[in-house]
């Protein structure tokens, strides 16, 4: 369903804030027709949900450890997806994925999404 390229990972102190970017290239669909989630994977352990928006009023969900620290959107007009994320802490190192899906309206698990990005590295220092 399109090739989506993140951006945006890199090295920050703890309760520092990145922003990262998700954007799709494929335009088979408008933007807005797409649910877009950003998920994340360190080294030794599974891909987790960090947070999610739904295509269909713009609903969002997020994982426990990041709600209030991390927030996402997009932008329709430039086809792109947004995690901003502060307050980080050392726990947040991970690589951070994000994934597209068009006209899904269900739960953000991995097993959910058909796209996925390359993943972006991004590592929070003590």
């Known amino acids: 369903q399109g090739q989506l390229v993140e951006s945006g990972g890199g090295l920050v102190q703890a309760g520092g804030s990145l922003r990262l970017s998700c954007a799709i290239s494929e335009r088979t669909f408008p933007f807005d027709m797409y649910t877009m989630g950003w998920f994340r994977q360190a080294p030794g352990k599974g891909r987790e949900f960090v947070s999610g928006i739904w295509w269909n009023g713009d609903s969002t969900s997020y994982a426990d450890s990041v709600r209030g620290r991390f927030t996402i959107s997009r932008d329709n007009t430039k086809r792109t997806a947004f995690l901003q994320m502060n307050s980080m802490k050392t726990e947040d190192t991970s690589v951070y994925y994000c994934?597209?899906?068009?006209?899904?309206?269900?739960?953000?698990?991995?097993?959910?999404?058909?796209?996925w990005g390359q993943g972006t590295q991004v590592t929070v220092s003590s």
């Open positions: 994934a597209a899906r068009a006209f899904f309206s269900g739960d953000f698990y991995t097993g959910s999404f058909r796209s």
